[in-house]
């Protein structure tokens, strides 16, 4: 069997339809992290606790992207 399967039967399921999906949701997340060759524990704790750019950045594997910043030189136009 299945380890998810196993541990349902361990814990004997959720108890309601939004604790089944909780548990999916962290056991998808868990099975990136270990996809990705990360540390779980790291990979929570950064989901966790730092800012969405940084959050999304260990989801998805790649760094946080930069503010962007208008080149040296250039204005931005003013309304009128």
Same mark, same amino acid.
């Given at each position: 069997?299945?380890?998810? @399967?196993?541990?349902? !039967?361990?814990? *004997?399921?959720?108890? =309601? &339809? +939004?604790? #089944?999906?909780?548990? =999916? @949701? #962290?056991?998808?997340?868990?099975?990136?992290?270990?996809? *990705?060759? $990360? $540390? @779980?524990?790291?990979?929570? *704790? &950064?989901?966790?606790?730092? &800012?969405?750019? !940084? %959050? +999304? %950045?260990?989801?998805? !594997?790649?760094?946080?992207?930069?503010? =962007? $910043?208008?080149?040296?030189?250039? +204005?931005? %136009?003013?309304?009128?």
């Amino acid at each position: 069997m299945r380890p998810v @399967v196993i541990m349902r !039967r361990v814990i *004997q399921g959720t108890r =309601s &339809d +939004q604790g #089944l999906e909780n548990h =999916s @949701v #962290l056991r998808s997340l868990f099975e990136t992290a270990r996809r *990705q060759g $990360k $540390k @779980v524990h790291l990979f929570f *704790q &950064d989901l966790f606790t730092k &800012d969405t750019p !940084r %959050a +999304q %950045a260990a989801l998805y !594997r790649h760094p946080p992207a930069k503010p =962007s $910043k208008a080149p040296e030189g250039r +204005q931005c %136009a003013k309304p009128p």
